[in-house]
C-alpha cells in the first residue's frame, strides 16, 4: 500500500506516518513546515518528505500517482492566528484541501481521510455534541475546515472519491506543539510547569473541553482507512466522551495560576457524542487525560 499525509512532518501527522510505516505502507509526507507553534518537526526515516505547499497544484500532482490512501492533515490549525490572518487560512485549508481532492481524485485514489475540528459546532448546540447538529463557526478556522468538509462531501457524492470526515476534539499527546501562547493548553500547561511558570488561564477557566489522545486520533484513522460501510462522505466524531474544565485541568498540573483575558471566536463548551463512531468504525477511546497528565509529571 502506498499512503500520502498531508501535514505529516507535524504533531498528528507525524503519528499517523509512523502507524502506517509499522504497516508495510509506502508513505510520502507532503508538508511546507510553516507551523509556528512547533520547535521542531518529526521525520520517519523510512518515509519521503516533501517540503511544499498544499496549495501548489503542479507541485504537489505527481505526488498522487500510485497512491492509495490519503490522510489529509495539513492546515492553518491554530483559531487565534487565523483570525490574525483569514487570507492565510483560507488559502490553506479551502483551497488547499480543494487541491489536495482534485489531486487523489485524478489519481484515482481509493479514499481521502480529512482531519477536521469540533470548532464547527460553535456556540448554538448544546453538548453532548453531534454530527447532525448545523454548523456554528465562529472563526475563519472553523469556516474553512467546515469548507473543507463540503468539499470532501461533493467529492464522494459527485465525483466518487471516497472521503471520511473526522471532527477531532482537543488532541493531546507525545509531540503536541508547545511554542507560543496559541500552544494546545494540555501542552502549555505541561510547559509552563516544567519551566516554573504560572498556569495561563484564558477567562474564568470554567469552559470545558473534550481531551482526546492523539493515540485514539490515530487508531480511528486506520479504521477509516479500513471502512467499507455507507457512510463514506460522512462526517464522524473524534473525542474522549468526557470533558473537564481548563481550571480543573490545570489544577491536576499545578496549583500556581494566572488568568488572562478571554479570546474571542471560541466555544465555551465541547463534548463528544460518538454512538456513530462506536457504530461504524467499532472505535472507542482507550486513553485518559488524567493518566497522561501524571506520567508527563512523573517524567524527569
Not at 448554538?124 to 472563526?139: H, I, K, V, Y
Not at 477567562?203 to 470545558?208: A, I, N, T, V, Y
Request: charged letters at 25%; aromatic letters at 10%.
Amino acid at each position: 500500500m502506498k499512503s500520502i499525509v498531508t501535514g505529516g512532518s507535524g504533531f498528528i501527522g507525524s503519528h499517523i506516518v509512523d502507524k502506517l510505516i509499522e504497516l508495510g505502507h509506502e508513505v510520502i509526507v507532503i508538508d511546507n513546515e510553516s507551523a509556528i507553534v512547533h520547535d521542531h518537526f518529526y521525520y520517519n526515516e523510512k518515509a519521503v518528505y516533501h517540503k511544499i505547499d498544499i496549495a501548489d497544484y503542479t507541485g504537489i500532482r505527481p505526488l498522487f500517482e500510485g497512491v492509495d490512501y490519503v490522510f489529509h492533515l495539513a492546515a492553518e490549525s491554530r483559531i487565534q492566528p487565523t483570525i490574525d490572518n483569514p487570507l492565510l487560512c483560507f488559502n490553506t485549508n479551502i483551497y488547499g484541501t480543494g487541491v489536495v481532492l482534485q489531486c487523489a481524485r485524478e489519481a484515482k485514489c481509493k479514499k481521502v481521510i480529512f482531519s477536521s475540528t469540533s470548532s464547527a459546532y460553535g456556540l448554538a448546540n448544546q453538548p453532548p455534541l453531534e454530527e447532525t447538529m448545523r454548523e456554528d463557526c465562529l472563526n475563519p478556522y472553523s469556516v474553512a475546515k467546515v469548507a473543507g468538509e463540503k468539499m470532501c462531501k461533493m467529492y464522494n457524492d459527485l465525483f466518487g472519491l471516497k472521503t471520511i470526515v473526522f471532527r477531532y476534539f482537543n488532541v493531546y499527546g507525545p509531540r503536541e506543539p508547545l511554542k507560543g501562547p496559541y500552544a494546545p493548553v494540555v501542552g502549555l500547561f505541561l510547559r509552563q510547569k516544567r519551566n516554573g511558570e504560572a498556569l495561563t488561564i484564558v477567562g474564568d477557566g470554567l469552559q470545558s473541553r473534550d481531551f482526546t489522545h492523539v493515540d485514539d486520533v490515530v487508531e480511528a484513522n486506520i479504521r477509516a482507512m479500513n471502512y467499507e460501510g455507507v457512510f463514506h462522505g460522512g462526517i464522524f466524531n473524534v473525542g474522549s466522551g468526557r470533558n473537564h474544565s481548563v481550571i480543573k485541568l490545570a489544577r491536576m498540573i499545578s496549583d500556581v495560576v494566572r488568568f488572562i483575558p478571554e479570546r474571542r471566536g471560541e466555544a465555551r463548551q465541547t463534548l463528544a457524542k460518538m454512538n456513530k463512531m462506536y457504530i461504524e468504525f467499532n472505535w472507542r477511546p482507550n486513553k485518559s487525560i488524567e493518566d497522561y497528565i501524571q506520567e508527563q509529571l512523573n517524567t524527569k
